[in-house]
């Protein structure tokens, strides 16, 4: 027998308000598959699986890792390869700083470096050595293409 109740929206049901909802197999957000019995029970019959496995959690958090870890590698690499070219430069270097400033170093010492951006007019800029960007020419290279 089916009776007939009225929930708290207004609308008809045909299940009973004060019996427990049917236990769930998975999960908040997963959709079990329920059907009644002839006592008018729910059973839960089983959870799909969803189209990455079981495991699709592990494996999120497996490449996670993974990608963390090369970019932290990554970003050893680079900071030694700085680091190297800082203690490489010298006088007469033709440099550029990260504001885009090419010139020859003048003069260095242990924080700065004085470039000389216009040879005719002498301009000079000292700049931090942490602003170096990159070497464009060192001193041995210069020497070389002047005595071709």
């Given at each position: 027998?089916?009776?007939?109740?009225?929930?708290?929206?207004?609308?008809?049901?045909?299940?009973?308000?004060?019996?427990?909802?049917?236990?769930?197999?998975?999960?908040?957000?997963?959709?079990?598959?329920?059907?009644?019995?002839?006592?008018?029970?729910?059973?839960?019959?089983?959870?799909?699986?969803?189209?990455?496995?079981?495991?699709?959690?592990?494996?999120?958090?497996?490449?996670?890792?993974?990608?963390?870890?090369?970019?932290?590698?990554?970003?050893?690499?680079?900071k030694k390869?700085?680091?190297?070219?800082?203690?490489?430069?010298?006088?007469?270097?033709?440099?550029?700083?990260?504001?885009?400033?090419?010139?020859?170093?003048?003069?260095?010492?242990?924080?700065?470096?004085?470039?000389?951006?216009?040879?005719?007019?002498?301009?000079?800029?000292?700049?931090?050595?942490?602003?170096?960007?990159?070497?464009?020419e060192t001193?041995?290279?210069?020497?070389?293409?002047?005595?071709?």
């Amino acid at each position: 027998m089916t009776s007939l109740w009225v929930n708290s929206l207004g609308q008809a049901s045909t299940t009973n308000p004060a019996a427990a909802p049917p236990p769930m197999a998975s999960g908040p957000g997963q959709n079990a598959v329920t059907t009644t019995n002839a006592g008018g029970e729910g059973v839960v019959e089983g959870v799909p699986a969803g189209p990455f496995g079981d495991n699709f959690f592990l494996i999120l958090v497996f490449v996670m890792v993974a990608v963390v870890g090369f970019s932290m590698l990554s970003g050893r690499k680079e900071k030694k390869r700085r680091a190297a070219m800082l203690a490489s430069v010298g006088r007469q270097d033709r440099v550029q700083t990260i504001g885009g400033i090419i010139g020859r170093i003048v003069d260095l010492k242990s924080d700065t470096v004085t470039l000389e951006t216009d040879k005719g007019s002498g301009s000079r800029v000292t700049i931090s050595r942490q602003a170096l960007q990159q070497v464009l020419e060192t001193k041995s290279e210069s020497e070389e293409q002047a005595t071709d």
